[in-house]
T-cell receptor, first 116, second 117 residues
Framework: NAGVMQNPRHLVRRRGQEARLRCSPM?????VYWYRQLPEEGLKFMVY????????ESGMPKERFSAEFPKEGPSILRIQQVVRGDSAAYFC??????????????FGDGTRLSIL | GESVGLHLPTLSVQEGDNSIINCAYS??????FIWYKQESGKGPQFIID?????DKRQGQRVTVLLNKTVKHLSLQIAATQPGDSAVYFC????????????????FGQGTILTVHP
């Protein structure tokens, strides 16, 4: 059984460029979450999506950041006009169900984003 | 704001000893808790979870204890092995209106567990 797959594992961008991070959830999972982790810190929630719907984006900056989870294909976290402060590890998680039940979230190995 | 935090940032043990990692939470509305293990360069790996209607749950070599009175969570690892060396995070899920859970996890800062052979 394939776990949560994220790509690329490492991404280097120059200031002002766009970064696209992809996440394919575990088979059968329809709930996707994105988290951000700075060095020696815990993960911080960014956004929670179901297929074609954003359920909770309370942790995502209002500008430059967007996320989608289309009917077909992976979930995408997009960061426009990147700045040095965007450098971090971005983790995606998926769960079998979300609202209304307690199901563990299973994480991918993340994308390490470095901004030059 | 309300958050999940850890008492001890680092823990060093000898192989074969039992390890206890602690976590305090402040949100009484939290209804679901998860322990994750994170190795260098990898994502958090699910270890064990517990719902707020329980006070203890056991897995293979791990036990999670929940004390809602003092809002405290602990992870016990029996017969700790060098492969258990990692950063351990507790995470909480806060129940929303009507008892539903929103799925959003709030993580603590982590405890570094080092196991010496």
């Amino acid at each position: 059984n394939a776990g949560v797959m994220q790509n690329p594992r490492h991404l280097v961008r120059r200031r002002g460029q766009e970064a696209r991070l992809r996440c394919s959830p575990m088979k059968g999972h329809s709930h996707v979450y994105w988290y951000r982790q700075l060095p020696e810190e815990g993960l911080k929630f960014m956004v929670y999506l179901q297929k074609e719907n954003i359920i909770d984006e309370s942790g995502m900056p209002k500008e430059r950041f967007s996320a989608e989870f289309p009917k077909e294909g992976p979930s995408i976290l997009r960061i426009q006009q990147v700045v040095r402060g965007d450098s971090a590890a971005y983790f995606c998680a998926s769960s079998l169900s979300g609202q209304g039940s307690n199901q563990p979230q299973h994480f991918g190995d993340g994308t390490r984003l470095s901004i030059l | 704001g309300e958050s999940v935090g850890l008492h001890l940032p680092t823990l060093s043990v000898q192989e074969g000893d039992n390890s206890i990692i602690n976590c305090a939470y402040s949100n009484s509305a939290s209804d679901y808790f998860i322990w994750y293990k994170q190795e260098s360069g990898k994502g958090p790996q699910f270890i064990i979870d517990i719902r707020s209607n329980m006070d203890k749950r056991q897995g293979q070599r791990v036990t999670v204890l929940l004390n809602k009175t003092v809002k405290h969570l602990s992870l016990q690892i029996a017969a700790t092995q060098p492969g258990d060396s990692a950063v351990y995070f507790c995470a909480e899920n806060i129940a929303g209106a009507g008892g539903t859970s929103y799925g959003k996890l709030t993580f603590g800062q982590g405890t570094i567990l080092t196991v010496h052979p």
